[in-house]
Nanobody, 117 residues
Framework: QAQLVESGGGLVQPGGSLTLSCAASGINFRLYNMGWYRQAPGKQRELVASISSRGSTAYADSVKGRFTISRDNAKTTVTLQMTSLKPEDTADYYC???????????WGRGTLVTVSS
């Protein structure tokens, strides 16, 4: 029953901005650490940004200063605000949830971000 659903992907020009959202259901959201991963064609999946259940954030070096992750526990959503986008940001972006005391982890199906002129 647990489910993560991403939205907000699309085509954007270099230097532009885009915001991704992840809606979670079927989990006790406020207990979970949330993250955004991305995977470009032919490349490994990488962690882009994370936010803990306490609200602490962390970012990959490649996106520091450009991306911002946030969460809304009342709405059970996590958001990734992306600015100054580069062609190398092009990838499928996935929402992820994990909890220290759970054996299960959860993934969304992904949303495609394409940065191109």
């Amino acid at each position: 029953q647990a489910q993560l659903v991403e939205s907000g992907g699309g085509l954007v020009q270099p230097g532009g901005s885009l915001t991704l959202s992840c809606a979670a259901s079927g989990i006790n959201f406020r207990l979970y650490n949330m993250g955004w991963y991305r995977q470009a064609p032919g490349k490994q999946r990488e962690l882009v940004a994370s936010i803990s259940s306490r609200g602490s954030t962390a970012y990959a070096d490649s996106v520091k200063g450009r991306f911002t992750i946030s969460r809304d526990n009342a709405k059970t959503t996590v958001t990734l605000q992306m600015t100054s986008l580069k062609p190398e940001d092009t990838a499928d972006y996935y929402c992820h949830a994990d909890y220290r005391y759970s054996t299960a982890v959860y993934w969304g199906r992904g949303t495609l971000v394409t940065v191109s002129s």
